[in-house]
């Protein structure tokens, strides 16, 4: 069959990229939206677009029937799956098949196979492939420790534990096969050996009626709390043999179900050794797949086209299909909307700017633009972010350098850590590892340093007093911050990460700080140009109502604009438990009237597929319970009130 008409049943970032493919192609796309992705750049890109009436997952991408529904009426042969969501669910591509229409993955047996990791060993026992042993949870000894708990179905670190003392295994088992059972309905759990300092190597693989083509390796060990932060192509630091033995325990992997289509098998390396054991397949295209595609200038999903239209696997000609030779260095950061200073709470808002340099070999395969809305009801990636380099140090280099040169306001990302990362030298030098982040401690939040913010903060007063002065309708003549009398400095009150920043300067001929350490060479209500101890600091200033953002060489600020006045009605009693984050109320343990302890939890917030505990301030009484399970909030709503106990 020749594929006229694409359906992808997903959202954001993904369905943006399998749509890029499908123009090359002259492929028509259709996309499809929850109420709360309708203004979302994927929607706009596509031919057609179907709604999907809600904004729970369950109500929309997580509905077979009407992803189905969708496909036929925008009249697609084909469906798309893009990664998390169904992209992994047999039925779902079952009732794709049966309603007529082509699927974009493999065959629903393989997805079966490979979802349970159980029946996955076996079948890779059987095919050879390097495996951990499984261990009995009763018979577990001192000897064997550290070991992993891991759950049979699904991943990202879910109904995973790893356990150090023996006396809290069946603890671990036991709560590993809750979060299972709750996160993906079955709540098998195996046990297995916890490798110290491992690596997460995985192989692109593509299967087509002819076999499997082997399209190198990746590097996905820097992670936290299980989920990839930086990955890159090719694996760095791996001896030939080492390589070519991954190869052909992913290529036999996926020759022992008959795979078809583009999957990833995932392994565990003992950097001690290079011995690597067999972790799971994935089987549909990672996240992650760009960087593949950089250093080996494939489509994988024109790749996953072909083989679903039943066409063969583009092979690279004059080249041993075993080993694929890399071109260079891929490296690829993934920036999330997540708050370091609020234990990476995912955090929701307008994006107020959003653009990267514009620099070859980049590529920035985003979900967002400038305006989105990035909500809570979905995982908080905003974009990969991918450099391209000839060497791995190049490649670095030019990721660091294009984190930091973008413009990204209206919420908090973990872009510091991720050049935290990129800067560190265990990284620079190769050294990566599962537990990179704690071994290095680069998950410690650092502060920006105070001059930074005093410079910064003073560029922002700066630039609100020049726009003052632009919008003024009288005295324009009068220099902005002039005084006949100077009896003190002007001063400018910022909020900056729970604290206060105080501005104090002087205008009039000219704008210098009240200490006279800064002077401005260049203002206007955009751009500050600031001279201190010699250097000159270009800052672009970009002002909201309610915020002032400003970058430079230094990075980037972000500044709560404190009004001179507040409304005695926006005030909120003390004890009151404020919404850290938009979301929904999926329990509340107490009710009004019942004694607390501090730190006793109260209510319980879902958003972005995670679960957040809002817990009383102090010991204390509670006064008012204002939300209701099943309740929408929005960031800053009163949840309850704790008046504090006599003393």
Same mark, same amino acid.
């Given at each position: 069959?020749?594929?006229?008409?694409?359906?992808?049943?997903?959202?954001?970032?993904?369905?943006?990229?399998?749509?890029?493919?499908?123009?090359?192609?002259?492929?028509?796309?259709?996309?499809?939206?929850?109420?709360?992705?309708?203004?979302?750049?994927?929607?706009?890109?596509?031919?057609?677009?179907?709604?999907?009436?809600?904004?729970?997952?369950?109500?929309?991408?997580?509905?077979?029937?009407?992803?189905?529904?969708?496909?036929?009426?925008?009249?697609?042969?084909?469906?798309?799956?893009?990664?998390?969501?169904?992209?992994?669910?047999?039925?779902?591509?079952?009732?794709?098949?049966?309603?007529?229409?082509?699927?974009?993955?493999?065959?629903?047996?393989?997805?079966?196979?490979?979802?349970?990791? *159980?029946?996955?060993?076996?079948?890779?026992?059987?095919?050879?492939?390097?495996?951990?042993?499984?261990?009995?949870?009763?018979?577990?000894?001192?000897?064997?420790?550290?070991?992993?708990?891991?759950?049979?179905?699904?991943?990202?670190?879910?109904?995973?534990?790893?356990?150090?003392?023996?006396?809290?295994?069946?603890?671990?088992?036991?709560?590993?096969?809750?979060?299972?059972?709750?996160?993906?309905?079955?709540?098998?759990?195996?046990?297995?050996?916890?490798?110290?300092?491992?690596?997460?190597?995985?192989?692109?693989?593509?299967?087509?009626?002819?076999?499997?083509?082997?399209?190198?390796?990746?590097?996905?060990?820097?992670?936290?709390?299980?989920?990839?932060?930086?990955?890159?192509?090719?694996?760095?630091?791996?001896?030939?043999?080492?390589?070519?033995?991954?190869?052909?325990?992913?290529?036999?992997?996926?020759?022992?179900?008959?795979?078809?289509?583009?999957?990833?098998?995932?392994?565990?390396?003992?950097?001690?050794?290079?011995?690597?054991?067999?972790?799971?397949?994935?089987?549909?295209?990672?996240?992650?797949?760009?960087?593949?595609?950089?250093?080996?200038?494939?489509?994988?999903?024109?790749?996953?086209?072909?083989?679903?239209?039943?066409?063969?696997?583009?092979?690279?000609?004059?080249?041993?299909?075993?080993?694929?030779?890399?071109?260079?260095?891929?490296?690829?950061?993934?920036?999330?909307?997540?708050?370091?200073?609020?234990?990476?709470?995912?955090?929701?808002?307008?994006?107020?700017?959003?653009?990267?340099?514009?620099?070859?070999?980049?590529?920035?395969?985003?979900?967002?633009?400038?305006?989105?809305?990035?909500?809570?009801?979905?995982?908080?990636?905003?974009?990969?972010?991918?450099?391209?380099?000839?060497?791995?140090?190049?490649?670095?280099?030019?990721?660091?350098?294009?984190?930091?040169?973008?413009?990204?306001?209206?919420?908090?990302?973990?872009?510091?850590?991720?050049?935290?990362?990129?800067?560190?030298?265990?990284?620079?030098?190769?050294?990566?590892?599962?537990?990179?982040?704690?071994?290095?401690?680069?998950?410690?939040?650092?502060?920006?340093?105070?001059?930074?913010?005093?410079?910064?903060?003073?560029?922002?007063?700066?630039?609100?007093?020049?726009?003052?002065?632009?919008?003024?309708?009288?005295?324009?003549?009068?220099?902005?911050?002039?005084?006949? *009398?100077?009896?003190?400095?002007?001063?400018?009150?910022?909020?900056?990460?729970?604290?206060?920043?105080? *501005?104090?300067?002087?205008?009039?001929?000219?704008?210098?700080?009240?200490?006279?350490?800064?002077?401005?060479?260049?203002?206007?209500?955009?751009?500050?140009?600031?001279?201190?101890?010699?250097?000159?600091?270009?800052?672009?200033?970009?002002?909201?109502?309610?915020?002032?953002?400003?970058?430079?060489?230094?990075?980037?600020?972000?500044?709560?604009?404190?009004?001179?006045?507040?409304?005695?009605?926006?005030?909120?009693?003390?004890?009151?438990?404020?919404?850290?984050?938009?979301?929904?109320?999926?329990?509340?343990?107490?009710?009004?009237?019942?004694?607390?302890?501090?730190?006793?939890?109260?209510?319980?917030?879902?958003?972005?597929?995670?679960?957040?505990?809002?817990?009383?301030?102090?010991?204390?009484?509670?006064?008012?319970?204002?939300?209701?399970?099943?309740?929408?909030?929005?960031?800053?709503?009163?949840?309850?009130?704790?008046?504090?106990?006599?003393?």
């Amino acid at each position: 069959m020749t594929i006229q008409r694409l359906l992808v049943a997903n959202r954001g970032e993904i369905a943006s990229r399998v749509f890029a493919s499908c123009r090359r192609l002259g492929i028509g796309t259709v996309a499809v939206h929850a109420d709360a992705d309708a203004g979302l750049p994927y929607v706009a890109e596509a031919d057609l677009a179907v709604r999907l009436p809600g904004d729970s997952p369950a109500d929309t991408y997580l509905r077979p029937d009407l992803l189905v529904e969708a496909a036929l009426a925008a009249g697609a042969d084909a469906v798309h799956p893009g990664y998390g969501f169904l992209s992994e669910n047999a039925a779902f591509a079952r009732k794709v098949i049966d309603a007529g229409l082509a699927w974009v993955g493999p065959d629903p047996e393989s997805i079966e196979l490979m979802g349970s990791k *159980v029946e996955a060993k076996k079948r890779m026992a059987d095919a050879g492939v390097p495996l951990l042993a499984d261990l009995d949870p009763a018979a577990v000894s001192d000897a064997d420790l550290p070991v992993l708990v891991k759950a049979s179905a699904g991943g990202g670190g879910r109904g995973m534990r790893v356990v150090r003392d023996l006396g809290d295994l069946p603890g671990a088992v036991e709560a590993a096969s809750a979060e299972a059972l709750s996160a993906f309905g079955d709540g098998t759990v195996f046990v297995e050996r916890f490798v110290e300092h491992g690596r997460h190597v995985e192989v692109q693989v593509v299967g087509d009626a002819e076999g499997v083509v082997v399209f190198g390796d990746r590097d996905c060990s820097v992670q936290r709390r299980h989920q990839k932060v930086v990955e890159e192509a090719p694996a760095p630091g791996l001896t030939d043999t080492t390589r070519r033995a991954l190869h052909a325990a992913a290529r036999a992997a996926a020759e022992a179900i008959g795979y078809r289509g583009a999957g990833t098998v995932e392994f565990l390396l003992d950097p001690a050794d290079e011995q690597f054991w067999f972790l799971e397949m994935n089987t549909r295209l990672q996240v992650e797949h760009p960087v593949t595609e950089l250093v080996h200038g494939v489509d994988l999903v024109e790749q996953q086209l072909r083989v679903a239209e039943g066409s063969l696997v583009q092979r690279h000609a004059g080249e041993v299909p075993e080993v694929l030779t890399p071109r260079g260095h891929a490296m690829e950061a993934r920036l999330y909307a997540e708050d370091p200073s609020r234990d990476w709470q995912p955090q929701s808002g307008v994006l107020t700017a959003f653009d990267f340099p514009v620099l070859p070999g980049v590529r920035v395969d985003a979900g967002y633009a400038e305006g989105s809305t990035v909500t809570t009801h979905y995982d908080a990636m905003l974009a990969k972010v991918v450099a391209h380099a000839p060497t791995r140090d190049e490649a670095v280099r030019l990721l660091a350098s294009v984190l930091a040169g973008a413009r990204i306001h209206g919420v908090a990302t973990n872009r510091d850590l991720l050049l935290r990362v990129l800067r560190a030298e265990a990284f620079r030098a190769g050294d990566v590892s599962t537990d990179l982040l704690d071994r290095h401690g680069l998950l410690l939040g650092q502060e920006p340093e105070r001059d930074h913010v005093a410079l910064s903060a003073f560029a922002a007063a700066v630039a609100l007093a020049e726009h003052g002065a632009a919008t003024r309708v009288v005295q324009r003549g009068i220099p902005v911050g002039w005084r006949n *009398v100077v009896s003190s400095p002007h001063t400018t009150l910022f909020g900056h990460r729970g604290g206060e920043v105080v *501005v104090a300067w002087l205008g009039g001929a000219g704008y210098a700080s009240a200490d006279g350490t800064m002077t401005v060479v260049e203002a206007s209500p955009t751009t500050v140009v600031v001279g201190r101890h010699g250097v000159r600091h270009r800052c672009a200033v970009a002002v909201t109502e309610r915020s002032v953002d400003v970058d430079s060489a230094l990075g980037h600020i972000a500044l709560r604009r404190t009004p001179r006045f507040v409304d005695p009605a926006d005030q909120v009693a003390s004890g009151s438990l404020l919404a850290p984050m938009p979301g929904s109320v999926v329990s509340v343990s107490v009710t009004p009237g019942a004694e607390v302890g501090a730190g006793q939890p109260v209510l319980v917030l879902e958003a972005m597929k995670m679960q957040h505990t809002v817990t009383a301030p102090h010991a204390g009484v509670v006064s008012e319970i204002n939300v209701s399970v099943g309740d929408q909030v929005a960031a800053g709503d009163v949840l309850a009130v704790v008046e504090e106990e006599d003393r």
